[in-house]
């Protein structure tokens, strides 16, 4: 068995912090920063195994999350009523536990099941004669799979059109009689 090393040990141990951090405060800004913060760790994992074109994309995506959330949260009432009781938090997060874990396991055994040959090797193979370039992720994204990087463009632009006018919802005002 392979060692693990010291700094995945330490990212690992900041993103279970940060995880129980977010369940058990009773700060919605300080919970929006905490799942920030796992979402950076994730990105810097990205970069420690050479997907950085991953860690920049999550990157990105965390940093307009942790914005929108900051806006939203900026525009609820200070005051919310609590909706659950701590026993049913416990609950709720033993059963995330238990199910997390067990898919991380599942991820983790999944590695080293070989059902069939990977299709990697064809795209190396072709991803310069067929795409005409060099980096095979772009050329993936681009040549191979274009129709749906298309459609994954026109899902994003319309939950941001979605985003932009529910930002820009006013209240109407009461005619005064």
Do not use: Q, W
């Not at 800004?29 to 991953?54: K, P």
């Not at 609950?91 to 059902?115: N, Q, S």
């Not at 059109?161 to 209240?171: D, H, N, R, T």
Request: net charge positive.
């Amino acid at each position: 068995m392979e060692e693990v090393p010291f700094y995945l040990i330490g990212i690992s141990l900041l993103i279970i912090t940060a995880a129980l951090g977010a369940v058990f405060t009773r700060s919605r800004l300080v919970a929006i920063i905490l799942l920030g913060v796992i979402g950076y760790a994730m990105a810097f994992i990205f970069i420690l195994y050479g997907a950085v074109d991953v860690a920049i994309t999550l990157i990105l995506v965390e940093t307009l999350v942790l914005v929108l959330f900051v806006m939203v949260v900026y525009h609820l009432p200070s005051y919310m009523p609590k909706y659950s009781r701590p026993t049913s938090r416990i609950r709720d997060g033993i059963i995330a536990l238990v199910f997390g874990g067990f898919m991380t396991a599942l991820v983790l055994k999944a590695e080293f099941i070989k059902i069939s040959p990977p299709i990697s090797d064809y795209f190396l193979k072709e991803a310069f004669t067929k795409g005409h370039g060099r980096n095979i992720v772009n050329v993936i994204l681009v040549d191979f799979r274009g129709l749906d990087t298309m459609g994954e463009t026109v899902v994003l632009m319309i939950a941001a059109i979605g985003v932009f006018s529910l930002l820009k919802l006013k209240p109407k005002k009461k005619k005064e009689e």
